[in-house]
């Protein structure tokens, strides 16, 4: 299976900071990454698709970039309202797999 | 609009049987696969399987090969999971998700206890 790794686990900034997630696959997967934010006690929800396709409905101060091994959300101008885990998943190989989530904190 | 909506939270004891239901409406139920998902307390994401909702195939993840079913009733656009034999670390939330993770059901908690 492939892994994918998120760091760091946690993420703390102010109001109005640009952040940025990483997420690195243990193996190329081309673009095949995609975004979710899931809130304390939420459902997950889809970000970004594709490793940088928007989505509609999805605020544009979230974005992503990457290919291959190595995959980045960032958000633009952080808003309380962001305060959630951020998961990576990978659909270029069987099984699907999600990484293991970076908290986004707001100091 | 497209919506997934689960059923209510369960308690069961160890051994027992649960049905956990995903009814969608605002889309053609059989034009979309549905995957389920496992969420253990404090944990992260973990895919469980899917299953055609054309020709209700499940596929099944090697973790949840043995006391995991994926149904369906279609004429209802349901689908279901079914956990036999629960055991403790059966206790997590788990969310049904539209075939390409746009949608998600609110999540079912299940607490597996004696």
């Known amino acids: 299976d492939i892994l994918l790794t998120q760091s760091p686990a946690i993420l703390s900034v102010s109001p109005g900071e640009r952040v940025s997630f990483s997420c690195r696959a243990s193996?190329?997967?081309?673009?095949?990454i995609h975004w979710y934010q899931q809130r304390t006690n939420g459902s997950p929800r889809l970000l970004i698709k594709y490793a940088s396709e928007s989505i509609s409905g999805i605020p544009s101060r979230f974005s992503g970039s990457g290919s291959g091994t190595d995959f980045t959300l960032s958000i633009n101008s952080v808003e309380s309202e962001d305060i959630a885990d951020y998961y990576c998943q990978q659909s270029n190989s069987w099984p699907t797999t999600f990484g293991s989530g970076t908290k986004l904190e707001i100091k | 609009q497209i919506q997934l909506v689960q059923s209510g939270p369960e308690l069961k004891k160890p051994g027992e049987t649960v049905k956990i239901s995903c009814k969608a409406s605002?889309?053609?139920?059989?034009?979309?696969?549905m995957n389920w998902v496992k969420q253990a307390p404090g944990k992260g994401l973990k895919w469980m399987g899917w299953i055609n909702t054309n020709t209700g195939e499940p596929t099944y993840a090697e973790e949840f090969k043995g006391r995991f079913a994926f149904s369906l009733e279609t004429s209802a656009s349901t689908a279901y999971l079914q956990i036999n034999n629960l055991k403790n670390e059966d206790t997590a939330t788990y969310f049904c998700?539209?075939?390409?993770?746009?949608?998600w059901g609110q999540g079912t908690t299940l607490t597996v206890s004696s």
């Open positions: 193996q190329s997967i081309g673009t095949s």
């Open positions: 605002g889309y053609t139920f059989t034009n979309y696969g």
């Open positions: 998700a539209r075939r390409d993770f746009d949608y």
